[in-house]
């Protein structure tokens, strides 16, 4: 049974952009704080974004401006827009819940220098 499903990932140069969905299980999204995490080769998974059911978000310093996480409620969406991408944002992305629960696939962004 399939919860969390991601998309958009791919290759760009650096300073370029992407856009990552995620589709989750209402079970899932009912919970009050969705979230985008990401593992690069090597390191651990690390927490990029929250936004709670109502809209207010955070981001570490790694990625404030340069990625905005928003969410669809209707369509149990969540959404990572990501720009000014730098190579050590190469990770595979995943969104959960926050504090998560079971992972999904991810998405691969890979950016080249």
């Known amino acids: 049974q399939v919860q969390l499903g991601e998309s958009g990932g791919g290759l760009v140069q650096a300073g370029g952009s992407l856009r990552l969905s995620c589709i989750a299980s209402?079970?899932?999204?009912?919970?009050?704080?969705m979230a985008w995490y990401r593992q690069a080769p090597g390191k651990q998974r690390e927490l990029v974004a929250t936004?709670?059911?109502?809209?207010?978000?955070n981001y570490p310093n790694s990625v404030r401006g340069r990625f905005t996480i928003s969410r669809d409620n209707a369509k149990n969406a969540v959404y990572l827009q990501m720009n000014s991408l730098k190579p050590e944002d190469t990770a595979i992305y995943y969104c959960?819940?926050?504090?998560?629960?079971?992972w999904g696939q991810g998405t691969q962004v890979t950016v080249s220098s």
């Open positions: 959960n819940s926050f504090p998560f629960g079971s």
């Open positions: 209402r079970s899932i999204f009912n919970t009050n704080t």
């Open positions: 936004i709670t059911r109502g809209g207010m978000t």
